[in-house]
């Protein structure tokens, strides 16, 4: 079991930048790749980015590409999400995910197996 505590989220006006911090406990983090999705009202779950056991291997979604990084630090059991130059359109829960098997380059939900409850962002226009 692997739980997951998502932090950092707020209200920020466009153009600003926030970091998301998710914080794991029970077994051990680095056995997992973690990823980033995020879910607007109204609208289905979507996948940000994903980053590999080691941190070497990092994707993420064509929306974000520039904007946001994903990173990871195994000692402190943390992924974060750093977010720049954030738009209207990026307002949304944030969730990460863990998963112990990457079998569609982790841009799907159904590759990941614990999620956290989410941390709301909101982006003013």
């Known amino acids: 079991q692997v739980q997951l505590v998502e932090s950092g989220g707020g209200l920020v006006q466009a153009g600003g930048s926030l970091r998301l911090s998710c914080a794991a406990s029970g077994r051990s983090f680095s056995e997992y790749a973690m990823g980033w999705f995020r879910q607007a009202p109204g609208r289905e779950r979507e996948f940000v980015a994903r980053i590999s056991r080691g941190g070497a291997s990092t994707n993420y979604a064509d929306s974000v590409k520039g904007r946001f990084t994903i990173s990871r630090d195994n000692a402190k059991n943390t992924v974060y999400l750093q977010m720049n130059s954030l738009k209207f359109e990026d307002t949304a829960v944030y969730y990460c995910?863990?998963?112990?098997?990457?079998?569609?380059?982790?841009?799907?939900?159904?590759?990941?197996?614990?999620w956290g409850q989410g941390t709301q962002v909101t982006v003013s226009s």
């Open positions: 995910a863990a998963s112990s098997w990457i079998r569609y380059g982790g841009t799907r939900s159904d590759e990941y197996d614990y």
